[in-house]
């Protein structure tokens, strides 16, 4: 186990003995730690808290950037889907994590391993009901405003 992951369990146990979950993140980029986070879920009433997220929010100010291409990410425990879209749309393209989701849902901690299987499901199979609602008014038409002005500034 290197040093990152290492750090990133620290954070985890240390948060534990703080009242909170059990879960640290650190962000690294050319060999130094450039962000970190703890779930913050008993600090304050926000379910996108979590180790990875609060790291990546932080590293993206650090940075002044969402491209996080070259950085990699050591989780002490396996991220949830939400931190991993995050990463996805960070353009993170390595993660490390130590405690997998299944350990998670050992320690009374399901909800991560549960997700993953809703997103197995069809949209109209999933617990929280999809419900597709087509635009009908061109002036709410958001996505080809934006088309337009995109293809405008090329
Ligand atoms: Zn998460």
Redesign the pocket.
Known sequence: MNEWMEKALKLAVTNVREGGHPFGAVLVKDGEAIAEGVNELHIKPDVSA?A??VAIRKAQEHLRTTDLSDCTLYASGE??P??LTAAYFAGIKEIHFAQTVEEASRAGLSLSGKVYEELTKPKDSREINFIHEPVQNSDLDAMDLYSRKTSESE
């Open positions: 979590h990875e997220l991220p949830c939400m931190c």
